[in-house]
């Protein structure tokens, strides 16, 4: 029979969720069973060790070829070091411990150090730093939350075990769970669609064109963990919840406005704001003032869409708003596992979330001077360390440009497409599987990742490689100041 | 490593040395009897004061709350900025500095032992990690427990030993040191936005009332054996009228006094120290709470002194926060943290034309001045809510001289310099009493019994201030206190020089001190608090605790509970 073991609670490395209730059944250094994660989860698992890149490569001659550790990690410190304004950008998707060395060789530097919410949540993080925000943690929604709101985020897809950990399908003290009852309307659509289908075949009609946003759906007369969705399209969460409205692209700022005055108590002169019709808003704005906790969770569909951080500001305002009426609070869905980590290592040390420029000796933080996609889209960086992120495959065109143009190097588990462009590439281990570590959940609560299989030979951690490049940049100072 | 302080004018009340001159020997980071002559370094403190390094009982220098303050303010650092040198890492300021900025700035005045005292318990993570960043001081943190459910249903049943237990459990999960207690029964209210009036409202669904937590939680602490007080924020902070809650907090744990020794701490004072109805008539309810403290022996506090700047407000009184953030129009944070407490964040601007904010600068200084016995009242600015720590020196001048208050009397609010008391007191601090309002009598509160005096067997803990009270009549130069202050001639740390003329010469690592209750009845404690924790936290039970080996320099401090 086989050695198994079973490990728990494991912390999932993967989302903002940050799920620790994981259960997982190892056997020889793999796992074959993961219990209680999301598909997301579980894949991470159960894949993490193909396609692992085993040892160091440097460009030599315009190819890619295996190197020594003193080599690549050498040829890394000598890149940052002849740089005059090198970037370091990542760490979305690594341990504190990792960030805080990072900051250290950022400063030692004299670089600019960015994490990933420069492309997702930095608006947010502008928003809070000028009108601040009504906040808590998850269990708070859980135990006394009657009204759900997510707003341009689709957690069904991105955030999975959200809404059954932390929001509607949950128990908590004052409130029960309403999993039966999206139950019994899943069914009911199901059975209804089912119906359809046959009078469709029996009778000879020219079925409807009629579509179902043409005659508007009621609001809920239940207020007991009612989930609303603000979305651009119906996603799966939108059908997972009590009501959806569908918002015009780009114009959630008017909606959030319009929803700010129904609050006050002010009338709108207009029939619709944003396509939504006002009779449905006035309906919401009520459910916000009567609910006795009520919170809205946004993503990108805010951040991103025209306004960014000017539609956050309304989002933050609105809910300030209505505390005058009833509690009322807000969060971002933070998406990688350990981004807002990056943030809270940062600040502490640094006294800035993101975007922290070392070269004047001290940290400065202006964001869209200091902020990594506007140091590559200006051409201004002349070398970069990428860790624990993919800019290649995200970054606008030009930047990528400027970022592959220039020395690059590269740390992280995968081959990936970033990887494939840099100059020295340092294989890594998956923290929370790997190594352990410390990260944040997307509320700011700490938890602690397990270290639960042995990693490839020869890869190390993202810790470790940080510090060899640390010590071999002081090393050189200390010979050629 | 052998050292000398050589020829210094030493204070140090906790063994009665009031400006003796005399030579302090060090060797193995511990005060000693004597040194070899030879063998140690020496430092020539004539002409200067030798006190042991400063200790701050009240202080926001790290966890989820001050973190967000940081985030908060990029508009407060831009203009306060650290450079990297040789040996001190980068940062910045200014009401809410990074962490590196914060022990090198505690540092040079020459503290040694700041306690960060609201720590949610379970972002307790956070709050040693950042202890750890946190350079050139040890540390303690107090955890928020006066709204925690288990005490709250704990007390409702009138369950105290198993109370105890609890709390025993989360001082050791937590890496805590001593029972803080903030708004009690506000926080859990503030979870549906409401909040309490009066230490004997009901808080549902607990049915018990801030007076039973307050209770409560004394008992619990004596049961423990715990060194340090429950360390209270009362309800009603920055309400005028708010000196009548004080004197009932104070009042309802009075016959809980077995001798002299107090059972409860009342911090940053001055805030819940207003008369008055509303902010046209508040006035300065310090005398009544001096006189309650000059009779009774049952009760320490700390001031909260205001200096007027440009600051942060942050506290786990959430409710308290909302409505500053209602008087200000500032931007607000607001964290709530489930099972256990919340946090609020608002900027916050004192003025001296202001007659609320002068009132309340008068009314810090009347507390201490008005309170006979230096033992009973400590310098805190609630750092950073009514100032920077960084301004400790400037206090200590107000203190230290009547001239240096009639100075800034003199330029404050009309109405509230006729209202002030501070004129009709003639009262000066002299060097031994501002060793015990910044060390001796913290660390004497705090019971740790090896740091705030120069006796053989301490840390070797020094501060070195180049200040002569033979020479100069420092009451009549506040500035040269002020600048002694501001910049120690020499901080020593566990016996190493890690200042120099107020530049960090050094850098180490600070322990920090927790709480190892050592009890009989772990495991219940243990097998209920499973069967809980699914119900009432979103993380697992393994995943709560802090081990030991996280802190980078742990130390635990014992005691045995009467359970």
């Given at each position: 029979m086989k050695h198994l073991t079973t490990i728990g609670p494991v912390t999932c490395p993967v989302c903002g969720c940050l799920c620790d209730d994981l259960e997982l059944i190892i056997e020889d250094n793999t796992v074959i069973q993961v219990k209680n994660a999301c598909a997301v989860g579980e894949a991470k698992f159960l894949d993490c060790q193909q396609n692992r890149p085993r040892t160091p490569l440097i460009r030599k001659n315009g190819e890619l070829v295996e190197a020594s550790w003193d080599e690549a990690i050498q040829r890394s410190a000598e890149m940052l070091l002849s740089a005059r304004y090198p970037l370091l950008y990542g760490?979305?998707?690594?341990?504190c411990e990792a960030v805080r060395k990072g900051i250290e060789l950022a400063e030692e530097v004299g670089g600019v150090i960015d994490n990933t919410s420069t492309v997702c949540h930095g608006p947010s993080i502008l928003s809070i730093q000028d009108v601040g925000i009504s906040s808590c943690t998850l269990g708070q929604i859980r135990h006394r939350a009657d009204l759900v709101v997510y707003w341009g985020c689709d957690p069904w897809s991105a955030h999975p075990r959200h809404i059954e950990r932390y929001t509607a399908f949950t128990d908590g003290r004052y409130r029960e769970s309403s999993w039966r009852r999206y139950a019994k309307r899943y069914y009911a659509r199901q059975l209804l669609k089912r119906v359809q289908r046959v009078s469709n075949i029996t009778s000879k009609t020219v079925p409807s064109t009629e579509t179902t946003t043409d005659h508007l759906p009621s609001f809920p007369k239940v207020r007991d963990r009612l989930m609303v969705v603000v979305d651009v399209r119906r996603t799966r969460t939108a059908d997972a919840a009590d009501y959806f409205l569908q918002v015009k692209p780009n114009s959630d700022y008017e909606l959030l406005q319009a929803l700010r005055m129904l609050i006050r108590q002010e009338v709108l002169d207009v029939d619709e704001v944003s396509g939504i019709p006002v009779e449905q808003l006035e309906e919401l704005a009520d459910a916000m003032i009567e609910c006795e906790l009520g919170i809205i969770f946004f993503g990108v569909g805010l951040t991103m869409s025209s306004g960014k951080n000017r539609n956050v500001d309304a989002a933050i305002s609105l809910v300030r708003d209505l505390n005058k009426w009833t509690k009322f609070l807000i969060m971002p869905m933070r998406g990688h596992f350990n981004v807002t980590g990056a943030n809270v290592v940062s600040t502490w040390q640094t006294g800035y979330p993101f975007a922290v420029d070392f070269s004047k000796g001290y940290p400065v933080y202006n964001p869209g001077e200091t902020s990594a996609v506007d140091i590559l889209s200006r051409g201004e960086s002349d070398a970069s360390l990428v860790i624990a992120s993919d800019p290649v495959s995200n970054f606008p065109r030009e930047a990528v440009k400027n970022l592959v143009g220039n020395p690059l190097i590269v740390i992280d588990p995968l081959e990936t497409p970033t990887s494939l462009m840099a100059d020295v590439v340092l294989p890594s281990t998956f923290v929370g599987i790997e190594t352990e570590g410390t990260a944040y959940r997307m509320d700011h609560v700490p938890l602690p990742l397990k270290k639960v299989l042995e990693p490839p030979d020869g890869v190390v951690s993202d810790e470790d490689v940080l510090h060899r490049i640390l010590d071999h940049v002081r090393g050189l100072r200390k010979e050629a100041p | 490593m052998n050292l000398i302080v050589r020829n210094g004018l030493v204070y140090d009340p906790l063994n009665s040395i009031d400006g003796e001159r005399m030579d302090i020997a060090i060797s193995g980071g511990k005060i000693v009897e004597k040194v070899p002559e030879g063998s140690a370094e020496v430092i020539d403190a004539s002409g200067m004061v030798v006190m042991p390094g400063g200790v701050d009982i009240h202080s926001h220098i790290a966890g989820s709350e001050v973190n967000t303050g940081r985030l908060l303010r990029p508009e407060d650092h831009v203009n306060d900025v650290e450079f990297k040198t040789a040996v001190t890492r980068s940062g910045v300021g200014y009401s809410v500095p990074s962490t590196f900025t914060t022990g090198y700035r505690y540092s040079r005045m020459g503290y040694t032992t700041v306690i960060t005292p609201a720590m949610p318990p379970l972002e307790a993570r956070h709050t040693h990690e950042e202890l750890n960043d946190t350079p050139m001081i040890d540390k303690a943190c107090f955890p928020l427990l006066g709204d925690w459910w288990f005490v709250l249903e704990h007390l409702r049943d009138g369950e105290l030993k198993e109370c105890a237990s609890h709390v025993a459990w989360m001082l050791r999960a937590t890496k805590g040191y001593a029972i803080k207690i903030v708004n009690p029964g506000g926080p859990e209210m503030w979870g549906f936005g409401r909040n309490v009036k009066s230490i004997y409202d009901q808080i549902p669904?607990?049915?018990?009332t801030p007076r039973d937590i307050v209770r409560g939680l004394c008992k619990v602490n004596r049961i423990l054996n715990l060194p340090h007080t429950i360390h209270v924020h009362t309800n009603n902070l920055g309400k005028p009228g708010n000196y009548s809650t004080t004197i009932d907090t104070l009042r309802c744990v009075r016959n809980l006094a077995r001798d002299d020794r107090p059972v409860i701490h009342i911090t940053h004072c001055q805030f819940s120290a207003f008369t008055g109805s509303d902010w046209m008539n508040m006035g300065s309810g310090a005398d009544r709470i001096a006189k309650y403290i000059n009779h009774h022996t049952h009760a320490t506090i700390d001031m909260g002194q205001v200096v007027f700047a440009d600051t942060t407000t942050m506290t786990a009184d959430g409710p308290f926060q909302y409505g500053l953030y209602g008087l200000t129009g500032n931007k607000w944070v607001n964290h709530d943290v489930e099972t256990e407490t919340g946090a609020g964040i608002v900027p916050f601007r004192y003025r001296r034309t202001s007659y609320v904010h002068a009132m309340q600068w008068s009314i810090g200084l009347e507390l201490a001045l008005l309170i006979e016995d230096p033992w009973k009242v400590y310098l805190t600015t609630d750092h950073p809510n009514a100032a920077p720590f960084t301004t400790y020196p400037r206090i200590i001048a107000w203190l230290m001289s009547r001239e240096a208050r009639e100075k800034m009397i003199r330029r404050i609010n009309r109405k509230a310099r006729r209202k002030s008391l501070l004129r009709s007191i003639d009262r000066e601090y002299g060097l031994y009493d501002v060793a015990i309002a910044t060390r001796a009598g913290q660390v004497k509160a705090l019971g740790l019994k090896q740091k705030g005096h120069l006796g053989v067997g301490a840390d070797a803990d020094v501060a070195i201030y180049r200040l002569d009270p033979r020479e100069t009549d420092l009451s009549k130069n506040p500035e040269l206190v002020r600048k002694a202050f501001e910049e120690a001639a020499y901080t020593i740390k566990d016996g190493v020089v890690v200042v120099k003329d107020g530049k960090v010469v050094k850098p180490v690592s600070g322990r920090t001190y927790w709480m190892d209750v050592e009890t009989t009845s772990d495991f219940k404690a243990t097998s209920e608090l499973k069967q809980k924790f699914k119900d009432y936290w979103t993380v697992e039970y393994e995943n709560y605790p802090i081990p030991e080996d996280y802190l980078l320099r742990s130390q635990r401090v014992m005691t045995k509970a009467g359970i």
């Open positions: 760490w979305s998707s690594t341990s | 669904p607990f049915n018990i």
